[in-house]
């Protein structure tokens, strides 16, 4: 994949939804970012300039084709309350493309500390079989990974060789509670470019290291709240 996966540097993206604390985190280059948030006014517009960034190189009949259906997931993703999602889009050492989606949200929790949270979804996950559900440590505190490969069948209709097809797919799911709010973040990435797993899992682990829930350009000093959590 032709992105630099140690590189940490980057304007951070600001997660500023009415639903959810604010919280700050850094995407490599090569993800374009759905208008999730657009006005439902604005979407189709907002949905064309995103497909224009996503297939720089393409012609009109790839951006009239592909507007509408990334309008469509706009929609979706912004029912499902995600307050972020991106696409990611590499190249690989063979000219192919790599597909990685990134999406992220917040639910409220009922959690009074990060380790209880952490403790209660590592425990509700962990009971899939299917899943590798293990606790870890991030710059900005407890979180829980979850990872998930499955194996999906893709219908004869949607194959070039009009026969049925098996597709292996992979999901980083990270939940990291919020120190000062009883929400928890939820970050997921999902590919099918399996071939690309370990840096695809180097990725998301750029991404996780970014992660704060207060401004990065403040000072501890400057942070309203800090040290306490609030309870509902």
Known sequence: MT???????????VIDDPAIPPMWFVAPDGFHALPV??????????????????FPEGDSHIWDSAGPFYAALTEVFADFGLAYSAMGVFGDDDGGIVHVSFTVGGVESSHRTPEQA????????????????????????????????RE??????????????KLL????????PFPNAPFT????LDTAAMDHWGEICDMTSLILRTVSFTDPEQTPEEVPGAGRLTTT
């Open 3 to 13: 992105t630099d996966t140690n590189d940490a540097s980057g304007i951070p993206i």
């Open 37 to 54: 948030l657009a006005d439902p006014d604005e979407r189709g517009a907002a949905a064309d300039e995103f497909v224009r960034g996503l």
């Open 118 to 149: 952490v403790e209660a979804i590592a425990l509700g996950l962990s009971r899939d079989p299917l899943t590798d559900t293990r606790r870890i440590t991030l710059p900005c505190g407890p979180a829980v990974s979850n990872i998930t490969i």
């Open 152 to 165: 999906v069948t893709i219908g004869a209709e949607l194959t070039a060789s009009g026969e049925e097809a």
């Open 169 to 176: 797919t992979g999901q980083i799911q990270i939940l990291v």
């Open 185 to 188: 973040a939820v970050f997921t």
